[in-house]
Structure formats: C-alpha cells, structure tokens
C-alpha cells in the first residue's frame, strides 16, 4: 500500500502536541533579543567579497549575437518534418471510494 501523505492540519497538529510535551516537562523557550547574531565574532561582516564579480571585464562577448545563433538553431530543428510520437501506455493511480490509493494500472492513451 501506499502511505498517505500528511496534511497540512496533521503537520501542524504534530507540531503543537510536540510543543506542548517540550513546554509541559518543564523546559522553556530562550527569547534572544533583536539584533543579536549566533555567529561567533559578529564584529565582522560576512565576506562579502565572495559574492562580488571580478572587476576586470577580460573579453565579454554581445549578448545579441548569441541569441540571435541560439533562435536560428531552434529554427532549424522545428523545421524538420514532425516524427510520428509513439504512444506509450502511461501509469496511474487507482484510489477507493475514500480517497485512499490502491494500486497502480498501466493505461494505454
């Protein structure tokens, strides 16, 4: 069989009960203040070089060209003559009469 999969309502259900047995064997929930980082030495900033692009151009090439090359290319291939698609059989999911699955059939389309 199939396992069904948790809804939203079950995930959120789970969560709170999860919660609330944390809560109730006497455990509580640090607030941290605003602003505060859980890095350590949150002097310095977070590399922000890594992220950068490198200032030297170096050879770039126009962008138009390349699209232009790339749209007559596509062209090209919807051009040839259209190939007969093969159907395939294609599976799907059989379900009972209260939503639940139960097998999967090949069906032919």
Known sequence: MIKKTPSKADLRNEL??????FLNKGKNVA?????????DGA????????WQMDS?????TYLPDVVDSLE???QSKTLKPDTKK????????????FGEPLRWVWVDE
């Open 16 to 21: 709170d009960k999860q919660m609330d047995e």
């Open 43 to 50: 002097d310095k900033p977070l590399r922000a070089d890594t």
């Open 86 to 97: 093969i159907k395939r059989p294609k599976k799907v999911l059989i379900y009972d009469d």
């Open 31 to 39: 607030e941290i203040p605003r602003g505060v980082s859980s890095r």
């Open 72 to 74: 007559k290319r596509r």
């Open 56 to 60: 030297s151009k170096g050879n770039w």
